[in-house]
């Protein structure tokens, strides 16, 4: 059932031309959030849409999410208008095969044959439903925002009057290459291949952007190097933590030895099996660490023979499915936070550790260093891939409550001055204007219509997941 909240789109005074303005100046927006796979439990895209929309409602827009399963979680003022796909990836029996009675039209087939022949369908299949969905409700929206789909469906959506400003988190062919390369047998490789064949259009489709927003200086030199987008079509809006929720609390208790990280799903990408083995290094000298990681914990993969192999399993707890004030409690009570990845588009896991003011030991894989800042400073970094590293990093913080206390105050005090959802949303918008007042592009064929007042300057650019769980870079 469509969830649809009462809208409480708080707006400033009427402005000088009689109408009422948004908290960034300008009249306020209709914006629909497009999100293909919002799991909020799993992944950064589901916490990129909750986020985003209760900032940008807080504005003074109206904010609708068109979403697929798993449906993302959104707060008081943001309407949730369900778009179904077959759900073929749902637990507990992923890569099902839908009954007859399912099937409702030619999509749906196309997503079940795509699967049934070893790829991922939904990007292409979510963008075609949203095409159909936007151009029924012709004049419902100001502006069309996509959450890293990149599906052919989207490249419709200019010609019906609608600017689309789309968000890359980061090219899912990283995690492409990162599992080719971990492939060991010639069939392995294979299957990854076709599973990512969706990658090839969301390169085509991006190209054909008139603007790309991504998340860190490192993500946007990744789009334009794998993806062949232009340059200056990128733009990073940086994300960041919730800072009301993720802030230090004195009332929570240390927990003594404990490591805290995120992980989504047991791939190469996440570098989780590199933290595992240095935590058998740390326990020779503090026998009381232990590990928890947010995220299921695998059935077999490299992880769990890690496990074996080092006899940790009583020394490794999974959870999932928690609240985001368990989460902060559980990152709160830790001496401390780990993302041990080979590569992050941002990481909200390091935004929001550093928030609560848990001290951080970081890789310094893909978009890390911009966001956890200096070793010695707001972190302590390591190479990624370096088990070695990340063991005389985190043995370092394990003993040393002094720099415990510098290393967690610096690095919330970073994130309170560069990474905050209010800024992101006001960044955002100011995209949203740049393309309504920009109108219609020639190469879809359209005729340029402005339909909204001049754009608010836009802010100077900053520096140059798994498909399946919707990690867009938590």
Known sequence: MTAEAVHDTAVRADGPTGGPLAEDGGRPLRIALLSYKGNPFCGGQGVYVRHLSRELVRLGHQVEVIGAQPYPVLDEGVTLTELPSLDLYRQPDPFRTPRREEFRDWIDLLEVATMWTGGFPEPLTFSLRARRHLAARHGAFDVVHDNQTLGYGLLGLERIGLPLVTTVHHPITVDRRLELDAAVTRRRRASVRRWYGFTRMQGRVARRLPSVLTVSGSSRREITDHL???????????????????????????????????????????????????????????????????????????????????????????????????????????????????????????????????????????????????????????????????????????????????????????????????????????????????????????????????????????????????????
């Open 228 to 474: 062949g987008v232009r340059d200056d079509r990128v733009h990073v809006v940086h994300i960041g933590a919730d800072t009301r929720l993720f802030a230090p609390d004195p009332a929570v208790p240390e927990v003594p030895g404990r490591i805290v990280t995120t992980s989504s799903a047991d791939v190469p990408l996440k570098g989780l099996v590199h933290l595992v083995e240095a935590l058998a290094e740390v326990r020779a000298a503090h026998p009381d660490a232990h590990l928890v990681v947010v995220g299921r914990r695998p059935e077999k993969g490299p992880v769990t023979r890690a496990l074996a192999e080092h006899g940790l399993q009583d020394a490794v707890r999974f959870v999932k499915g928690i609240s985001d004030a368990e989460l902060a409690d559980l990152v709160r009570g830790a001496q401390v936070a780990c993302v041990p990845s080979l590569y992050e588009g941002f990481s909200l896991p390091a935004a929001e550790a550093m928030a609560t003011g848990t001290p951080l030991v970081a890789t310094t894989g893909g978009a890390l260093p911009e966001v956890a800042g200096p070793d010695g400073d707001t972190c302590l970094a390591v190479p990624p891939g370096d088990s070695g590293a990340l063991a005389g990093a985190l043995g370092r913080l394990l003993r040393d409550p002094g720099l415990r206390t510098r290393i967690g105050a610096a690095g919330r005090a970073r994130v309170l001055e560069r990474f905050t959802w209010e800024q992101a949303a006001r960044g955002t918008v100011a995209h949203y204007r740049a393309a309504l007042a920009r109108g219609v592009p020639a190469h879809t064929g359209g005729r340029a219509t402005p339909t909204a007042p001049a754009a608010a300057p836009v802010a100077a650019s900053a520096g140059a997941g798994s498909p399946v769980t919707g990690d867009g870079g938590r």
